[in-house]
């Protein structure tokens, strides 16, 4: 089923998720089902939906109610604003009861639903709700009918918290409770007048809360005409027993977000290798669990940190959630997490505990601490809490959550991992440790393990604190792993060699002036022509003609010209400054030449892609000759004798809501092959052309009347043009901007703070090299560097002892653009990059059993990088041979051939066949 126009705008405007789309689609099918009436036929109702929706077997209800089963961090609430939106657009309902299970959820719909300042207010792009809904909640709805807000739309959302719904229906004085005092406006009790409206709507946050008995009766009471039911788990628990809902009629599970790997984190379950639970106390399991999750924390806070600075994104700070038994023991585990004994009293103000029994400025605190954890500047990296934390708490840096005490069902919850899910990006990064939320669980890991077998269950992957790996309670840093260019050309030294070189050949003018001037002259040429000299790769054709006098000629043109507008008040001529500047370009243009390798900029994504769009354009107003016509209406008898009258109209064919424009795109967009995010540029353009023809001949009121009430016609027009330069092309690509050289990228890698730098050829167990950052390279175009494991570091030491390498590197994560597997969303990092005198290689050394396992099957991580890098080789290779540069080859090596004695040029023969590694076009 196609969505409707209605539908379509509201898809687009608030750019659905493909589950919240797939929901929309399904609501827009109940509700044309649906008499949508007071007095519902239950049975007739229910044997017409379940002709399109088998799974639902019951309302539940004493009305039509229909649940939408959301994992959690998919967008339940965004989801509910299109519900709801879709109700008011294609039936004109206007009148909405949202249920809340809790407080914090109550705040937090509030503000959603009702503010448009709010960030996550789920109307924003929706015309008719430009002006904000009305919200009615438990403070304001004795007042709400005193006076009619400007500024609000007249729809009427009613929030309450279940708690109101489920009081007793008398206070202690036995007067009816507030919900259903008489309200002196309305002459009868505000659930009555809920009663009474004939489009009332009702929607279920979390509905797993409303099928305790007195729930079911009080949401009867309220006679809606419809109810609408969203949450993660659709079942409710009775006794041992769970009772699954019977009105289901969509489900994107946990599982299935986890399979489509798109918007919540991976959840794994993490214990010890060979871990015995039984040997120590209960006391000695939490603290064992709690240094775990402490390292496990310290690892993630250090790979976020060096994914955030690689890719330039906002710095996300990683926070622990702890779980207690009870308050005493949430007691004892702060009094440890805080104490000296424990990481040596780093967290000792980073702890934050909530709990029922905190009150008054204490509670205030901590609450206000827990609602700010993302910000960066919150000091809290733990929150310990018992059974506080639950729907509602939406925080998107939970990393790690450490389950004390609990058993393998209660953490095995969505309730429970549920507040780690959502992805601080927005999406997945196909980082592990970004894409991670590790649930700490030594003593019931077997238990969970065996629930994680079950078809139904949440958790499907586990994952191994290795006890080879370091223990330290260190606090960790991330180095900069700064390329030798940038440490050449950034060096005091370089600058000071041009100082000297100022001094020794400006006029007397110049060199008169105070030393630090002279000093931020040299400094500003040391950087210009560093980033100058790097960026011509963008200019010249083959990397020696970084080396051409005439190439030199314009850089160094440039250079003057730009230093002499940068100091004005120095009077800089060109001669004070041809000497300084030859220095600059010529250390510049030797530290480029003699320690980068030459790698090509290109884009290789090794896939199929269809395009389509539309050509820009301008609209042809020919025959657009409009003229404004008045809102008067006449009317003609048609009889005998028949008078001919007019009349005022009370309304317009469109209302004023929205800027005209905006109001003819919505006409537009509402067509499957117009996509918003790529079209409204042109769109806008062409309305803009309609206005300037309009205002050639008419004034800007009759022009803007016109556009308004004929705002159809001209939405047509405009998209009938637009389909006349529609274009749809399929692109078989795989590589493309190709330039002769790039910048060498500056990575970034995380250490212990009281490790040193050690020495390429260090004396250490294979387990520790990960963990460390090495320095003491010749050849390396950076001066440090980490290894994933041992066998890199001894094919570095290989690269370093091989008189036939000349320059060698291990690429940053961002230093190549070559995607590859299921829609080219993967980036491949290469392990090594080589040069020698005639070819440059790009190296992998993986393990024996990986290599034999994808010559195998042809599958696999190894397999598909392979294709991925043979593309990118070959399309460089093309490309360098018309313009003088070097070939390229893919060599995959089995990690046990690489050996001390080893020499580059043997692993090289004796690499992996590329006649193994067909690429498959």
Not at 270 to 276: A, G, I, Y
Not at 302 to 314: E, G, H, N, Q, W
Request: hydrophobic share 35%; net charge negative; charged share 25%.
């Amino acid at each position: 089923m196609m969505l409707n126009s209605n539908a379509k705008f509201i898809n687009n405007r608030l750019a659905l998720r493909p589950p919240q789309r797939d929901s929309l689609e399904r609501f827009q099918q109940i509700v044309d089902i649906l008499s949508l009436s007071k007095t519902p036929d239950l049975i007739e109702e229910l044997q017409k939906i379940r002709e399109a929706f088998p799974t639902l077997t019951s309302f539940e209800r004493d009305f039509p109610s229909v649940c939408f089963a959301i994992a959690t961090g998919i967008g339940k609430t965004r989801l509910m604003g299109a519900l709801i939106a879709y109700l008011h657009y294609q039936k004109g309902i206007k009148n909405f009861f949202v249920m809340a299970p809790n407080l914090t959820i109550y705040k937090k719909l509030k503000a959603d639903l009702g503010d448009p300042a709010c960030e996550k207010y789920v109307f924003r792009g929706l015309d008719r709700f430009v002006n904000p809904p009305r919200i009615i909640d438990g403070d304001n709805y004795e007042e709400f009918r005193y006076s009619q807000k400007i500024g609000y739309s007249n729809i009427i959302i009613n929030i309450f918290n279940i708690s109101k719904l489920n009081s007793e229906s008398k206070t202690s004085n036995g007067k009816p409770a507030r919900i259903k005092r008489l309200n002196e406006v309305l002459g009868e009790s505000y659930f009555q007048y809920l009663q009474s409206l004939p489009d009332l709507c009702i929607f279920m946050d979390e509905s797993h809360h409303y099928h305790a008995d007195r729930s079911f009766d009080v949401i009867n009471e309220l006679r809606p005409i419809l109810g609408v039911e969203l949450t993660a788990t659709p079942q409710i628990q009775n006794g041992t027993r769970k009772i699954d809902f019977k009105n289901v009629v969509y489900e994107y599970s946990l599982a299935h977000a986890l399979n489509d790997g798109l918007y919540v984190k991976v959840p794994v379950v993490v214990t010890r290798k060979d871990f015995r639970p039984e040997e120590y106390s209960p006391e000695q399991l939490d603290h064992e669990k709690l240094n775990d999750g402490i390292r496990i924390h310290e690892e993630t806070k250090s790979k976020l940190d060096v994914y955030a600075r690689t890719f330039r994104k906002p710095l996300v700070k990683p926070f622990v959630l702890v779980v207690a038994k009870d308050t005493e023991h949430s007691r004892q585990i702060r009094e440890y997490l805080t104490s000296t004994d424990f990481f040596h009293g780093y967290y000792k103000d980073k702890v934050l505990e909530i709990n029922s029994a905190q009150r008054g400025a204490e509670k205030d605190e901590n609450i206000e601490l827990l609602l700010s954890l993302e910000h960066p500047v919150n000091r809290i990296e733990i929150v310990i809490h018992v059974n506080m934390l639950k729907e509602g708490w939406d925080v998107t840096n939970l990393y790690t959550i450490i389950p004390l005490r609990a058993s393998a069902s209660e953490t095995l919850t969505e309730q429970t991992i549920g507040r780690g899910l959502r992805l601080p990006y927005g999406q997945r990064t196909r980082e592990d440790e970004v894409d991670r939320l590790s649930i700490v669980s030594h003593d019931r890991y077997e238990a969970i393990v065996k629930l994680a077998n079950d078809p139904n269950s949440l958790v499907r992957r586990v994952y191994y604190i290795d006890p080879a790996d370091p223990q330290n309670d260190e606090q960790r840093e991330t180095v900069e792993l700064t390329s030798v260019y940038d440490e050449l050309t950034n060096a005091e030294s370089f600058t000071e060699q041009l100082v000297l070189t100022l001094n020794e050949t400006a006029s007397e003018h110049v060199v008169s002036k105070p030393t630090e001037q002279a000093m931020q002259v040299a400094q500003f040429i040391a950087r210009l022509a560093s980033r100058t000299v790097m960026e011509l790769g963008k200019q010249v054709k083959t990397f020696d003609a970084t080396t051409d006098e005439e190439t030199k000629k314009l850089v160094h043109t440039s250079i003057v010209a730009e230093t002499i507008r940068q100091f004005p008040t120095l009077e800089l001529k060109k001669e004070d400054l041809t000497a300084v500047v030859e220095k600059a370009i010529e250390t510049c243009t030797q530290a480029l030449t003699e320690n980068i390798i030459p790698i090509p900029q290109a884009v290789v994504q090794p896939f199929t892609e269809v395009k389509h769009g539309f050509y820009d354009f301008q609209l042809d107003t020919s025959n657009m000759k409009w003229h404004p016509s008045e809102d008067t209406l006449i009317g003609t008898e048609l009889q005998e004798g028949g008078e001919t009258f007019e009349f005022n109209a009370d309304f317009a064919l469109f209302p004023k809501t929205d800027t005209v424009e905006n109001e003819i795109v919505r006409h537009i967009i509402v067509h499957d092959n117009v996509d918003y995010s790529t079209s409204f540029e042109l769109i806008y353009s062409l309305i803009a052309d309609a206005r300037k023809h309009f205002l050639s001949y008419l004034t800007s009121e009759e022009t803007e009347k016109v556009m308004r009430d004929r705002q159809r016609s001209l939405a047509q027009i405009i998209y009938a043009q637009m389909n006349e330069h529609f274009y749809k092309e399929e692109t078989g690509y795989r590589a493309s901007n190709m330039r002769p050289f790039t910048r060498i990228e500056t990575g970034f890698g995380g250490k212990f703070k009281s490790d040193d730098l050690y020495d390429l050829r260090a004396t250490m167990p294979d387990s520790e090299v990960k963990s460390k950052i090495f320095k003491g390279f010749t050849k390396a175009c950076h001066t440090l560097y980490k290894f994933d494991n041992n066998t890199e570091r001894k094919f570095a030491i290989v690269l370093e002892n091989d008189t036939g390498v000349l320059k060698w590197m291990r690429p940053s994560a961002k230093q190549f653009n070559i995607y590859y597997g299921q829609g080219g969303v993967s980036r491949y990092e290469p392990d090594f990059i080589v040069e020698t005198a005639d070819t440059i290689y790009m190296a992998e050394t993986k393990a024996a059993n990986e290599v034999q396992n994808a010559l195998q099957n042809k599958n696999g991580d190894v397999w598909v990088k392979s294709i991925a890098a043979q593309e990118y080789c070959r399309a460089v290779t093309e490309w360098n041979a018309k313009n003088g540069g070097k070939p390229w080859e893919y060599a995959l090596i089995s990690h046990d051939e690489v050996r001390l004695q080893s020499s580059f040029t043997y692993l090289a023969k004796n690499r992996v066949a590329s006649e193994q590694l067909t690429l498959e076009v």
